[in-house]
């Protein structure tokens, strides 16, 4: 199993850049799947972005070009970097890792993300 812990947000006016980061409790190399949710109030939870086997990294159309998904092996952390934010991104960013396919995922506890207009 792994855990999940992750920080980096906080408030920040629109166009301005966050970088939030997941770190994990043990290596991240042979962790399949490790993504970002994000869950605003009143709203379903919306998957955000996610890199497979280190390399193969996938965003929603709404942040494509804004946000970059990166992983340090050393430090067992994965980041997600939010440049041009805008009051739609508020919420609560979440991370998860799937170790292997199919196997059910562990998830952080959530950071807040909140972007003024």
């Known amino acids: 199993q792994v855990q999940l812990v992750e920080s980096g947000g906080g408030l920040v006016q629109t166009g301005g850049s966050l970088r939030l980061s997941c770190a994990a409790s043990r290596s991240i190399l042979s962790i399949n799947t490790l993504g970002w949710y994000r869950q605003a109030p009143g709203k379903q939870r919306e998957w955000v972005a996610d890199i497979i086997s280190g390399s193969i990294d996938r965003y929603v159309d709404s942040v494509k070009g804004r946000f970059t998904i990166s992983t340090d092996n050393v430090k067992n952390t994965m980041y997600l970097q939010m440049n041009s934010l805008k009051p739609e991104d508020t919420a609560v960013y979440s991370c998860?890792?799937?170790?292997?396919?199919?196997?059910?995922?562990?998830w952080g506890q959530g950071t807040q993300v909140t972007v003024s207009s």
């Open positions: 998860y890792a799937e170790l292997r396919v199919g196997e059910a995922w562990a």
